[in-house]
């Protein structure tokens, strides 16, 4: 079954702080792995898509990496803002062009 | 990228009435998504909506229930209909980006209390 696990749940760091989220899926083959962003109340917004061929794409102060090998996958988040307080959504493309969502991990940021 | 609108915000309806979310989009585009995203979880695909043709329905969706128009490329709206509380969700609209990578852009949802 085509699966996307995503650690942890919620996180809350300081703000000026670095945080990593982590990807684990089961889609196999898979066209693209993208990383979105959800504001509460708003919908996905698109931080990095890569494709199996791409180990690592940035994004401001957002980084991810891809290990098509260990089906794994990490979004970085450097010098964390209040800003960055939100969902962050994995999203692996089947090649028959299927989304399979992950679960998503919520950060807070504090001051 | 693609500037989508969703109309309404949100919405607070009672049990067994029917609610008609509109979806418009700045451009043309082919294919149009409608997703649900249940309190707390991640979003579930309902159906896809091509202009010209009938929606396709995902798993455990029927268009009885989730009544979907597409009549023209850059509109599209999705009926929730005879609601119950099970249903309170947001509801978003997506497009293709029809860009490399097939990104997908997301409206900013509808969010759906049923009481």
């Known amino acids: 079954k085509n699966q996307v696990e995503q650690s942890p749940q919620s996180l809350i760091i300081l703000e000026g702080k670095n945080c990593t989220l982590q990807c684990n899926y089961t889609v196999s083959p898979f066209s693209n792995l993208r990383w979105y962003k959800q504001d509460t109340g708003r919908g996905p917004v698109s931080l990095t898509i890569?494709?199996?061929?791409?180990n690592t794409k940035s994004n401001g102060r957002y980084t991810a990496t891809l290990d098509a090998d260990t089906k794994q996958s990490s979004l970085h988040i450097t010098a964390s803002q209040l800003s960055d307080s939100a969902s962050y959504i994995c999203?692996?493309?089947?090649?028959?062009?299927?989304?399979?969502f992950g679960q998503g991990t919520t950060l807070q940021v504090k001051p | 990228s693609a500037v989508i609108s969703q109309k309404p915000s949100r919405d607070i309806c009672q049990r067994g009435t029917s609610l008609t979310i509109q979806c418009q989009v700045d451009s043309q585009v082919t294919m149009m998504f409608w997703y649900r995203q249940q309190p707390g979880q991640s979003l579930t695909l309902i159906a896809t909506a091509n202009q010209g043709s009938e929606a396709t329905y995902e798993s455990g969706f029927v268009i009885d229930k989730f009544p979907i128009s597409r009549p023209n490329l850059t509109f599209s709206t999705l009926t929730v209909s005879n609601m119950s509380p099970e249903d309170s969700s947001i509801y978003l609209c997506?497009?293709?980006?029809?860009?490399?990578?097939?990104?997908?852009?997301f409206g900013p949802g509808t969010r759906l209390t049923v009481l």
């Open positions: 997506s497009v293709d980006g029809q860009i490399s990578y097939n990104e997908q852009f």
């Open positions: 890569m494709t199996f061929s791409e």
């Open positions: 999203v692996v493309t089947s090649n028959t062009g299927k989304l399979i």
